[in-house]
């Protein structure tokens, strides 16, 4: 694994009480792995994949995504419409460095769920 960038020593973290807020939420990240995994989803295969989660949750999250720029809507002009999410160019690479932290938790004792449906994948 190679080093990460040197970090400056005076940095603002202001920021991240923006997009902080968004991605701990609960599905937030498993909506960005799942997209990133697999590409453009529509709504209900977003909700078959993460199982238990209800409609408006899902809503929501994906709104929010979608507002601080992390996921796009496309709605396609079929009767009736079909939406599909994917991850924004900013959404790859929020999830590029997401792994190196899931890296991390796994190697100082997060444990995989069994069955586990949320890999990383690389990106095309």
Wanted: glycine share 8%; with cysteine; hydrophobic share 35%.
């Amino acid at each position: 694994m190679k080093k990460p960038p040197a970090i400056p020593e005076d940095i603002c973290f202001c920021p991240l009480s923006g997009i902080l807020d968004v991605i701990a939420k609960k599905w937030a990240l498993l909506i960005i792995a799942i997209l990133g995994n697999e590409g453009e989803k529509g709504f209900n295969e977003l909700k078959r994949e993460l199982g238990c989660i209800s409609p408006k949750p899902l809503s929501d999250t994906l709104k929010n995504l979608e507002r601080i720029g992390l996921v796009s809507k496309k709605v396609l002009g079929t009767s009736p419409p079909t939406v599909k999410y994917s991850l924004t160019p900013e959404g790859w690479e929020l999830r590029d460095h997401l792994i190196p932290m899931l890296v991390w938790v796994s190697e100082h004792g997060g444990q995989d769920m069994p069955g586990c449906p949320i890999r990383a994948r690389k990106h095309p």
